[in-house]
């Protein structure tokens, strides 16, 4: 899906050596990066440009590796920054005023004038998960270490239905993705390395809690029984084709000013 700034595809009236950084918490070959890959190098063509210069940072599922990685981004000069979560965007924008910075997407929207992307509504998705959902006992998976999952949940917290309880699981490392007691209701607050992990949190929970509600669809994807499982969110591959779009407008000469300001992810529910 494509807004119609993505549909003018690369001419040759392009910058020198354009160079695109992509700075991520997980691993490198995810479903969202191979999607923003395939639109910047494919459809706008970037691959076929000689000069062309594209590389990720990975962090490797560890954030404290996160930052370094921003650094090492930005002591290559780019044309660009491109951010997989808004950790990886306020890393960057430590190091940076002034490289244009786009946030393929992310809990949160930064405030800097280089900086814009997408948001996934981390917070109005997790209340809406909250009170739609009919369990009374509802365990909460979240990333302790990951500021903005830490707000999330805090704000979820606060705002509890009567009649209702939060069980907080605290996973910070993929490692410890593994068996859970029986639940009555199970969701997930998004980042980054939770993404790049949905099939392993749905094995933990897969057929072991009465009702179950997601961020993204990649989650219900992975599991066997999906009678219980329902999808509330954001469609990440396709806001990463969107950020590609930002990032080819960028390398043909716009600067941040002139694109849009944060918006919200792609919308998607089942």
């Not at 044309?79 to 786009?102: H, K, N, R, W, Y």
């Not at 704000?155 to 309880?165: D, I, Q, R, S, Y």
């Not at 969110?233 to 779009?245: D, K, P, S, V």
């Amino acid at each position: 899906m494509r807004n119609e700034h993505d549909k003018s595809k690369m001419h040759k009236a392009t910058v020198v050596a354009p160079v695109v950084r992509l700075v991520t918490p997980t691993l490198r070959n995810t479903k969202s990066i191979a999607a923003f890959e395939d639109e910047l190098l494919n459809y706008f063509g970037w691959q076929n440009v000689a000069d062309f210069d594209y590389d990720v940072y990975s962090a490797r599922n560890n954030n404290g590796r996160l930052k370094a990685q921003a650094k090492n981004a930005f002591d290559d000069s780019p044309t660009v920054i491109v951010t997989c979560g808004s950790q990886a965007t306020l890393f960057a924008m430590g190091f940076t005023t002034t490289i244009p910075i786009i946030q393929a997407a992310g809990g949160q929207a930064p405030s800097a004038p280089n900086v814009t992307g997408f948001t996934i509504n981390a917070e109005s998705t997790a209340l809406d998960h909250l009170n739609t959902m009919t369990a009374t006992a509802i365990t909460v998976l979240y990333d302790d270490t990951n500021p903005p999952s830490v707000a999330v949940f805090n704000k979820l917290n606060a705002n509890v239905p009567m009649g209702k309880t939060l069980k907080p699981l605290k996973i910070s490392d993929p490692k410890k993705f593994g068996p859970q007691p029986a639940m009555d209701g199970f969701m997930v607050i998004p980042n980054a390395m939770y993404y790049s992990h949905s099939a392993a949190i749905a094995a933990m929970v897969d057929g072991n809690a009465n009702e179950i509600y997601y961020p993204e669809r990649e989650y219900k994807n992975a599991h066997r029984k999906k009678n219980n499982v329902s999808v509330h969110g954001h469609h990440i591959q396709n806001t990463f084709r969107q950020a590609a779009g930002y990032v080819n407008r960028i390398l043909l000469g716009a600067t941040i000013a002139q694109l849009p300001s944060f918006d919200n992810a792609v919308n998607d529910g089942d």
